[in-house]
């Protein structure tokens, strides 16, 4: 069963346009000492289709070393054959295996994709359901449908919000199926309703206050859930106030964390106002 936070990283470039690979382990070390469960690795934080097959590898290589040594979980971005394997052969607690984009091939198509993925693939899945980005919408029952497949653990649920889908799937959730927050400004909700940890990219900045959410969910501390819900669901508008994850890079670069603020086309950096909300945001919550 996944629960806690993970972080899905970014991918930092020097000025040279290399992947700046000491400012990537220096995150990873940060964001796991500060309490996250583990770390996602070619997630869609990390840019993963504007890096080369030699500049996946340097990340996977170094996030599968970083979650090793420091015994944390570690989701790999994956979705053919030959990444399952590899996700596997890094030691990977699961990949993140996102519902077919662009194709919709209807709800029926998912539950056979899904069943022939999950059979064939050596590492455990995480559905990831976004269906803004797909085009495809998965509705509770289809959830449970896929849930209930032989080496399936969970879901990144990310579709735009809490929607009733949402309520009916946590009102009873499938047994040892982890649904795992994907929309950052809507975490604590999801956790309110009986989610079970957080896939949050806006978790590279304030980590410590978003483990300290996903903690006092599971304690039942109100206090704390009250006090952090507000600060950190603006935090997280701030943060995707331009396209993911444009923002956090500029307030990493801004915090002094990684050498340059760059993302690769078709990616622009970001509008130096927004950063600057988003870091005024950031240093309020200490």
């Known amino acids: 069963m996944l629960t806690g936070l993970f972080v899905p990283l970014i991918t930092p470039f020097d000025r040279e346009d290399r992947v700046a690979l000491d400012a990537l382990e220096a995150l990873a070390d940060q964001v796991l000492a500060d309490g996250a469960t583990g770390l996602v690795a070619l997630g869609t934080t990390g840019e993963p289709g504007a890096l080369t097959p030699a500049e996946q590898r340097a990340v996977l290589n170094l996030t599968a070393r970083v979650c090793h040594e420091r ?3 570690l989701l790999i971005g994956a979705n053919t054959p030959e990444a399952l394997r590899d996700a596997a052969g890094r030691g990977a607690t699961a990949a993140l295996t996102l519902v077919p984009p662009f194709l919709r091939p209807g709800e029926e198509g998912v539950v056979a994709y899904f069943t022939k993925v999950a059979a064939e693939s050596p590492v455990p899945l995480v559905v990831y359901d976004i269906p803004y980005r797909t085009g495809q919408h998965l509705s509770a029952a289809t959830l449970r449908r896929i849930a209930a497949l032989p080496n399936v653990v969970g879901v990144k649920h990310a579709p735009g919000g809490v929607t009733d889908d949402t309520v009916d799937l946590l009102a009873d959730p499938p047994a040892g199926f982890a649904v795992l927050g994907g929309e950052d400004a809507f975490l604590s909700p999801l956790l309110a309703l009986g989610g079970h940890g957080g896939i949050v990219a806006s978790a590279h900045v304030a980590t410590s206050r978003f483990v ?16 952090l819900t507000g600060p950190l669901s603006a935090l997280s508008r701030a ?32 509008a130096q106002a927004n950063v600057e909300e988003a870091v005024r945001r950031a240093t309020a919550l200490g």
Request: proline share 10%; aromatic share 4%.
């Open 239 to 270: 943060l995707f106030a331009e396209p993911n994850p444009t923002v956090i890079k500029g307030v990493l670069h801004a915090q002094g964390r990684i050498p340059t603020a760059e993302v690769r086309l078709p990616l622009l950096p970001a």
């Open 212 to 227: 300290e959410l996903v903690q006092a969910w599971e304690k039942g501390d109100s206090t704390t859930t009250r006090a």
């Open 71 to 73: 015994g944390a979980q």
